[in-house]
C-alpha cells in the first residue's frame, strides 16, 4: 500500500502536487465579517466577555472584526446596542454591529453615536416582520444614503426577500451572513442580479465554492467571516487558505472587501 | 495549535507537512438537490491534491439517492480512473432484500469495492428492519465496513439503533456517519460507540467544533475516531482543519486523520485494491 513516495496513496497517475508559492509572502490579514458576543440560550457556545472572544480569534489569527451581540437576538435592539457601545468601546479593533429593528417604536439606533454607524444587522425572523420594503423603509432609507453595511443571516430571511431588499435599496451593501453550503447555486444568482449584494463565508462550505463565486462574480463581493462562537472559525480559515484563486483575491475576502465597505460609509 | 494554524493557512498540501490524511466517508457527484461544483472525479481528486488527501472511500450520490445499481458503476467508473485515490463503496437498497445479496457479490468481486454505505433517512426505512439483514449478513462473512448516515432524532438511523446490530454482529465495523450530527445525536453516538468495541465515529458535520471532536476522542479513545468529509457535498478543508488542530497529542490526530482509516481500510482488502 505504501506508496513510491512513501506515504498512503499518490500512485504514479496522481498529477504534481501543487505547492505553495505563498509561504515566503505575508501572512493572510483577516477582518471577521461575522462574530457574536455575548451568552446564546440555547447552548453553551456563547462568550460573553469581549477579551474571551478576541483570544478565541486571535488563536486563528484574527485580530479585528466586526461584532454582533446575542442580545440583539434574544433580547432587545436597544440593550444590544447599549451593551456594544460599553464593551467594545475599549478596544477599536472590534467594530460594533449595531441591531436595528423596524418593528418596534424605538428601532435601537437612538442609543448609538452617529459617528461609529457603519454596520447594522437585521432579524426579520426572530423580531418577527416581514423584509419588505413597506416594513423597513423608514429605517433602510437613512441608512442607504449612508451606504451602512446592512448584515443578514440567510435563516433569517429568504432569497426572494433579499432579491426585493437589494433591488429597492441599490445604495445598501447588503450582506448575506451564514449562508450554508446548500445555497451556493442561488447566491450565485442572486450575486449576478443585485450588484449591492455581498456573501460572508463562514459556512459557505461548498466543494470549490469561493474558486467557483470568484470565477463567476469576481473577488470583491465576498467576505470572510468565522460565525465564532456558533462555528468553529478554523473551518474558513483552512477554506480560505486551499482555496484556489489568486493571492490578490485572497488578501480581498479576508479583508480588503470589508475594509472597503466600511471606509464607504458616509458620516 | 499555531504551527498547524500556519500549515492550513498556507494552502500547501498537508501531505509536504508530513500528514497522511484517508478520508472515510466521501461520495462523488452529481447530485439534484443543490450546486456542487466540480464534483466529478477529477473535481474531487484536484481537491484531494490540493490539501494531501491520498485516498478517499467514495459512494456515488446516484447509488445513494436513486438508483442503486446504476450508481455503483458511477463510482466504479471513478475508482477506475483513479485506483490509487478512490477505494469504492457498494450500495444496495433494501427495499429490494432479495437483489442485495448480487449486488454486492457483483460490486465486490467485478467492481473491486470494499465498503459498503447505507443512507436510511433517504430509503425511509429504519436499520433495524429486516430487510437489511443481507447487508449485515454479507458484511459479517467478508469481513467488510458498513458506513451509515446517521442523526439525531431520525427514527430510521438515530445512532441508538445501532447498539443492538453491532452486537449482533461483532465483526463488522459499522461507521457512524456524521457521529449523529447535533449535539444530542452526537451524544447518542458516543454511547453507543463507548459500549460497542466495533462501532466508530466519523466527524463530517458542517458545525463540527473541535471541542465536540476532542469530547468524543476523550470518551472513545482515539482509535475509533476517523476523519470523513463528505466530499464533494462540503470542502474537506472544514472538517481536515479541525482535526489537525485539535487540542489533542498529534499521535492521536495522526490516528484520527489517516491512520485508522488505513488500519480499517487494510482490514476490508481495500487498500490493497487500489494497488497504491
Known amino acids: ?267 | 495549535m499555531n504551527e498547524a494554524r500556519a500549515w492550513l493557512a498556507s494552502g500547501r498540501s498537508l501531505r509536504g507537512f508530513g500528514w497522511s490524511i484517508i478520508d472515510i466517508h466521501a461520495h462523488l457527484g452529481p447530485y439534484v438537490g443543490f450546486e456542487i461544483p466540480h464534483g466529478d472525479a477529477d473535481g474531487m481528486v484536484f481537491t484531494m491534491d490540493r490539501l494531501g488527501i491520498a485516498v478517499a472511500g467514495i459512494s456515488a450520490l446516484t447509488a445513494i439517492n436513486a438508483e442503486y445499481a446504476r450508481g455503483n458503476e458511477l463510482t466504479a467508473s471513478a475508482v477506475r480512473r483513479h485506483p490509487d485515490r478512490f477505494v469504492g463503496y457498494a450500495v444496495a437498497n433494501p427495499w429490494e432484500p432479495e437483489r442485495i445479496s448480487h449486488e454486492l457479490t457483483r460490486a465486490f468481486e467485478e467492481l473491486g469495492f470494499r465498503g459498503i454505505k447505507i443512507i436510511p433517512s433517504t430509503w425511509k426505512l429504519p436499520v433495524t428492519d429486516p430487510r437489511y439483514e443481507p447487508i449485515w449478513a454479507f458484511a459479517q462473512e467478508r469481513g467488510t465496513m458498513v458506513l451509515s448516515h446517521t442523526w439525531a432524532g431520525d427514527p430510521t438511523c438515530r445512532p441508538s439503533l445501532f447498539r443492538e446490530i453491532a452486537a449482533r454482529y461483532p465483526d463488522v465495523a459499522f461507521l457512524l456517519g456524521h457521529s449523529g450530527g447535533p449535539r444530542e445525536g452526537n451524544v447518542e453516538a458516543i454511547d453507543v460507540a463507548a459500549a460497542c468495541p466495533n462501532v466508530y465515529l466519523e466527524l463530517c458535520y458542517s458545525q463540527l467544533t473541535r471541542r465536540q471532536l476532542e469530547e468524543m476522542v476523550h470518551a472513545v479513545g482515539y482509535e475509533r475516531v476517523l476523519l470523513g468529509t463528505d466530499m464533494p457535498f462540503i470542502d474537506p478543508a472544514f472538517t481536515i482543519a479541525k482535526v489537525i488542530c485539535a487540542d489533542l497529542p498529534e499521535e492521536q490526530r495522526r490516528a484520527i486523520v489517516g491512520g485508522n482509516a488505513e488500519r480499517l481500510l487494510r482490514a476490508s482488502g481495500a487498500l490493497a485494491a487500489t494497488g497504491a
Open chain 1, 1 to 267: 500500500m505504501r506508496s513510491k513516495r512513501g506515504g498512503v496513496g499518490y500512485g504514479d497517475t496522481s498529477p504534481p502536487l501543487i505547492e505553495s508559492h505563498r509561504m515566503s509572502q505575508a501572512p493572510v490579514s483577516y477582518l471577521d465579517a461575522n462574530c457574536t458576543l455575548g451568552r446564546f440560550p440555547h447552548h453553551d457556545r456563547g462568550i460573553a466577555e469581549l477579551a474571551d472572544l478576541s483570544a478565541t480569534l486571535e488563536e486563528l489569527g484574527i485580530g479585528a472584526g466586526v461584532v454582533r451581540h446575542a442580545l440583539g437576538q434574544h433580547a432587545s435592539a436597544e440593550e444590544a446596542n447599549s451593551a456594544l457601545a460599553t464593551e467594545l468601546q475599549p478596544d477599536p479593533r472590534w467594530i460594533p454591529c449595531w441591531v436595528v429593528n423596524p418593528a418596534q417604536d424605538t428601532d435601537g439606533l437612538d442609543v448609538v453615536p452617529g459617528d461609529q454607524l457603519r454596520a447594522v444587522c437585521l432579524y426579520p425572523r426572530r423580531h418577527g416582520y416581514p423584509l419588505a420594503p413597506w416594513m423597513v423603509e423608514q429605517v433602510l432609507a437613512p441608512l442607504e444614503k449612508r451606504r451602512v453595511v446592512t448584515l443578514i443571516d440567510v435563516d433569517e430571511t429568504t432569497p426572494k426577500e433579499l432579491y426585493t431588499l437589494c433591488q429597492a435599496y441599490q445604495g445598501l451593501r447588503v450582506v448575506a451572513l451564514t449562508t450554508g453550503y446548500r445555497l451556493l447555486g442561488v447566491l450565485s444568482r442572486l450575486l449576478a442580479t443585485c450588484p449591492n449584494l455581498h456573501v460572508e463565508l463562514s459556512t459557505m462550505a461548498a466543494h470549490r465554492g469561493i474558486e467557483a463565486l470568484v470565477e463567476r462574480h469576481g473577488a470583491e463581493r465576498l467576505l470572510f467571516g468565522t460565525n465564532t462562537p456558533l462555528s468553529d472559525g478554523i473551518g474558513p480559515v483552512a477554506a480560505l487558505g486551499y482555496a484556489a484563486i489568486s493571492e490578490g483575491d485572497r488578501a480581498l475576502i479576508a479583508r480588503g472587501n470589508l475594509e472597503r465597505l466600511l471606509g464607504e460609509v458616509r458620516r
